[in-house]
Nanobody, 116 residues
């Protein structure tokens, strides 16, 4: 059974940091690229960061470049999203996703709220 379980969300003030974690099970983790998406009510889910299967090459949306860092540990089957200098517009539900065309798996999401 495929599972992606996110954790680490919460309420923070602008400028603060937060680290999201995603624990994977039920599939060959090292065969999948990993992604973090963000969704706010009324908008489509948007890709904010991704990392390749084994080489660890990363890519970020312009809105988070320089502030967010995605990393993975294939031995522990986890992917992290370290978020710094958070802004109110970073607020949303963050979803972890595993991707290997044509398969894509999703976690249940974790809420991040940035507010003073």
């Amino acid at each position: 059974q495929v599972q992606l379980v996110e954790s680490g969300g919460g309420l923070v003030r602008p400028g603060e940091s937060l680290k999201l974690s995603c624990a994977a099970s039920g599939f060959i983790f090292s065969s999948y690229a990993m992604r973090w998406y963000r969704q706010v009510p009324g908008k489509e889910r948007e890709l904010v960061a991704r990392i390749t299967k084994t080489t660890g090459v990363t890519n970020y949306d312009d809105s988070v470049k320089g502030r967010f860092t995605i990393s993975r540990d294939n031995a522990k089957k986890t992917v992290l999203l370290e978020m710094t200098d958070l802004k109110p517009e970073d607020t949303g539900v963050y979803f972890c996703s595993a991707y290997n065309y044509p398969n894509q798996f999703w976690g249940q999401g974790t809420q991040v709220t940035v507010s003073s």
